[in-house]
């Protein structure tokens, strides 16, 4: 009977082992790429049983998972918002430090194709599964509770897998040409780091100011696609660690139009300090918590990069920016309606300025002169969370852009387009629809996250959304010398799936 028990505990261990393997996560610069002889090679196909003899086993080969290929990277021409072709290592993501990839077969997935493509799970990935994003305020105490303690192990857990670049493609090997220069980082600061690497500055050599007008998530088409793969990686990232498949990242509604944040509390997210209005409560786990990525300056005139040092504290004060009153309130729920309405994907220039798009509406740049939506959000928030390159250092970061991608696939669901909406070519640099998104790994393209979650990515919204009707209401108490104009208002009614009226009157 103890050899029978012994032989159940071995069986047990072994498929506990397997399926972390096969939950591996995808992102940029695999530890066992992080070498000079892979750097120098250029090829990036590492075995997912690793043996005696190194190669037997690329990409998962010998069991059908997969195979390693040339990279294929988009040589489309892009928008005239950058003009220093050449200069950057994310052009044509990833050529400048690798060249060669898995390609994973059926549902198979990962930089060994050793995980599961998202919405599969298990040994084989032939188990589908759907998990569900709800609004953190649904949650109970005890649901509050171990979200905070999940985030807080995520920001102290070493990322098992990948580890971040310090050093331009030029310099990564370090000055004796024999130290590559990585650096381990924990999981939600390789959350911080990625979205810092797409949007940094690019560096143009000594004593020349770095060109910032480029970024390869924000202020065109990949905005969306780019912030949709970055969530799966930290969700997949958490989902190992917790070795719960089922775990989803919450989001938080932010249109409530109010001039105050509802999950600025300390059981949610933290609420303001009394001693220092731009710091968090030192009853919230995240007054503990340091930034990531802070030392700009360095970054942008000695062509260094973002590495694992940590800064200063979470600053936040939502409604606090008294210099910039139409940011001292949030969007209202209207708006998030009105945006579902707009047709068209995205427009030409595909950028900041692009008229009647849906993308530039819901990221909160339709009208210059005014944000609106998600970068409204940001910049209510007025502090960490306002600066687009530290921006996830503050975790309201994740719940914001769960609605706003919970937005962009309502939207998907309703208007139902084809790829060919998302535009082919010319949009800014990283924005093109077969782009690989800066700086995931294994390459991954706009267009594969241009699809509807549920059916697509293992992953749906619990949401009820606002629709809008439109009526024309002539007032009877009008005189014959009010104009004509006065005699016709437009009432939006919002009517939502709890039966409750919000009419706005305009």
Not at 76 to 84: A, E, L, V
Request: glycine residues 6%.
């Amino acid at each position: 009977m103890a050899l029978l028990w012994w032989d159940l505990k071995v069986i047990m261990n072994l498929s506990i082992l397997l399926l972390l393997l096969l939950e591996a996560t995808n992102a940029q610069f695999p530890r066992q790429c992080a070498t000079v002889d892979v750097l120098i090679q250029g090829e990036c196909c590492p075995d997912l049983t690793p043996g005696v003899v190194p190669g037997l086993d690329r990409c998962g080969s010998s069991s059908g998972r997969g195979q390693c290929i040339q990279v294929t990277a988009d040589s489309r021409p892009h928008g005239p918002q950058y003009m220093h072709d050449g200069r950057d290592d994310r052009e044509q993501w990833p050529l400048r430090f690798f060249n060669r990839t898995c390609r994973c077969n059926r549902n198979f997935y990962g930089y060994n194709c050793g995980s599961c493509q998202p919405g599969w799970t298990g040994p084989t990935c032939d188990q589908k599964i759907n998990i569900v994003r709800r609004n953190l305020l649904d949650f109970s105490s005890e649901e509050r509770t171990e979200f905070l303690r999940v985030l807080q192990q995520a920001k102290s857990t070493t990322h098992p897998d990948f580890m971040i670049a310090t050093r331009r493609r030029e310099e990564i090997l370090g000055p004796d040409g024999n130290t590559p220069q990585f650096e381990n980082v924990s999981i939600y600061n390789y959350f911080v780091w990625t979205h810092y690497y797409s949007v940094r500055k690019t560096y143009l050599g000594p004593g020349q100011r770095s060109f910032d007008g480029v970024d390869f998530s924000h202020e065109g088409p990949a905005f969306l696609t780019w912030h949709r793969y970055h969530l799966l990686q930290l969700e997949r990232d958490i989902q190992n660690m917790l070795q719960d498949p089922s775990f989803a990242l919450p989001y938080w509604n932010f249109a409530t139009g109010r001039n105050s944040c509802d999950i600025c509390t300390d059981d949610l997210m933290g609420s303001r300090s009394s001693f220092d209005d731009s710091l968090l409560s030192p009853n919230s786990i995240f007054s503990q918590w340091r930034i990531l990525c802070e030392a700009v300056e360095d970054y942008d005139t000695l062509g260094t990069i973002c590495n694992s040092t940590e800064g200063g504290p979470i600053r936040r004060n939502p409604a606090g920016n008294v210099a910039r009153p139409l940011v001292q309130r949030l969007p209202k729920a209207e708006d998030v309606a009105l945006c579902l309405e707009v047709g068209l994907f995205d427009t030409p220039p595909f950028y900041s300025n692009s008229a009647d798009s849906f993308r530039n509406t819901v990221e909160g740049k339709y009208d210059p002169a005014v944000r609106s939506l998600h970068n409204l959000a940001h910049l209510f928030l007025n502090g960490t969370g306002g600066q687009t390159h530290l921006s996830p250092n503050d975790p309201i970061f994740v719940l914001l852009h769960t609605f706003t991608d919970a937005v962009f696939d309502e939207w998907l669901r309703r208007h139902n387009p084809d790829n060919s909406t998302y535009p082919l070519e010319n949009a800014p640099i990283g924005h093109n629809r077969q782009y690989n998104m800066v700086p995931f790994w294994p390459p991954v393209t706009n267009d594969e996250m241009f699809v509807t979650a549920p059916e697509n990515l293992g992953y749906s919204y619990e949401v009820q959304w606002p629709e809008t009707l439109l009526f024309v209401y002539m007032s009877s108490s009008l005189t014959a010398s009010e104009s004509a104009d006065q005699k016709y208002r437009q009432i939006y009614v919002f009517v939502y799936k709890t039966n409750k009226l919000n009419i706005a009157m305009s």
